[in-house]
């Protein structure tokens, strides 16, 4: 897979008359590959949030480059080009949706781009199936629930058929069901359709599911690898004012405690898996 978003040497202060050292962005450097599904985790005010803003040109870095496909963001002449290729959903679904019936928000979009009214008929049409909003179309979006229109506002984004679609933090007003429905959105996207994810969470069941994780804190990137060689670090993400998955967790401290499991259990299956396994070792006579 080609790189399909470099970012190379990013510094991004909010306030450019500012001549103290308060930047959001500290050298940031990351390449994201057409096709993957990359996880942005770290606590409240790392950056993350801040980053996200710059793949489409919403941010543009006060030192640094950032390139969509080749095109660097900060080409005025190429704007729509970008935001074309990358999609960006917001935290809360209500600040996107626009229009007072599901299928016509999903068109606004498409509308923007001057699309002609057949195609968008059924991009929209084909866009509402891919989220599994399709028997809704025609419901206001005020009567939905919260993973209902978060579901939306990533239709409308679909419709626009972006290569990439960066999600911040998109579950973090949802309750458990709506989180559950939005993830295996996203991860449909990318399996299926093949459109590069870029999901900021700060819910480490959420990280998990992604190709890579992405560690920031203090604006700059402090680890990344696979979910697996991030969430073995416990200690040090620890030190970082960071959460791991519940089940690594449990495992990691059960490990503390002397019982013999694997270094790193990522999901609940896993776990109980571990200790299925220690446990019949347990109650095994001894001798046989």
Known sequence: MKDFIKIRNVFFKYDE??????????GVDLDIKKGEFVAVVGHNGCGKSTLAKHLNSLYLPTTGEVFVNGIDTA????????????????????????????????AFGCENLGIPSAEIRERVDNALKA??????????????SGGQKQRVAIAGIIAMEP??????????????????EVMNTIRKLNQELGITIVLITHYMDEAVKADRVV???????????KPR???????????????????????????????????????????????AILLEKCLKPSGK
């Open 17 to 26: 008359n500012d001549d103290s050292d308060n930047f959001a962005l500290r």
């Open 75 to 106: 080409d005025d002449d190429r704007l729509f080009e970008i935001r074309k290729m990358v999609g960006l959903v917001l935290q809360n679904p209500d600040n996107q949706i626009v229009a007072g019936i599901v299928e016509e928000d999903v």
């Open 131 to 144: 989220v599994d909003m399709y028997e809704y179309r025609r419901h206001s979006p005020e009567k939905l």
């Open 163 to 180: 290569e990439c679609i960066v999600l911040d933090e998109p579950t973090a007003m949802l309750d458990p069901q709506g989180r559950e």
């Open 215 to 225: 560690v920031m804190d203090k604006g700059k990137i402090i680890l990344t690898g």
């Open 229 to 275: 060689e991030v969430f073995s670090k416990v200690e040090f993400l620890k030190q970082h004012r960071l959460d791991v998955p519940q089940a690594t967790e449990l495992i990691y401290k059960l490990r503390g405690c002397g019982y013999e499991l694997p270094e790193c259990v990522l999901d609940e299956n896993e776990c109980a898996d571990s200790i």
